[in-house]
Nanobody
Framework: QVQLVESGGGLVQAGGSLRLSCAAS????????MGWYRQAPGKQRELVATITSGGVTNYADSVKGRFTISRDNAKNTWYLQMNSLKPEDTAVYYC???????????????WGQGTQVTVSS
């Protein structure tokens, strides 16, 4: 039906950069909001950043000025550029999307499988 596939996670030293990608495929009519969340061990999943179809972005305070979310509507793909990474950014990062399926009037939220980001000190 619909699949979200993340890529780009890995191990990086503090101060380094990583770029995550999320590609959506399937019977997609339109994607409204695309986003990134993260979950560190023993903590709840938290919002990192979102971007609407119109390009309006929203960031968690902890990542403002360091992370940038962007999207390529033609490819149903969105990205999270992460700079100046800190050890506290270590988490599993999940992408999500609020989208409409072909032939359906309703919007649903889909999630990717998650990708590990580890920042060493």
């Amino acid at each position: 039906q619909v699949q979200l596939v993340e890529s780009g996670g890995g191990l990086v030293q503090a101060g380094g950069s990583l770029r995550l990608s999320c590609a959506a495929s399937g019977s997609i009519f339109s994607i409204n909001t695309m986003g990134w969340y993260r979950q560190a061990p023993g903590k709840q999943r938290e919002l990192v950043a979102t971007i609407t179809s119109g390009g309006v972005t929203n960031y968690a305070d902890s990542v403002k000025g360091r992370f940038t979310i962007s999207r390529d509507n033609a490819k149903n793909t969105w990205y999270l550029q992460m700079n100046s990474l800190k050890p506290e950014d270590t988490a599993v990062y999940y992408c999500n999307a609020d989208l409409r399926l072909v032939g359906g009037p309703y919007q649903y939220r889909y999630w990717g499988q998650g990708t590990q980001v580890t920042v060493s000190s």
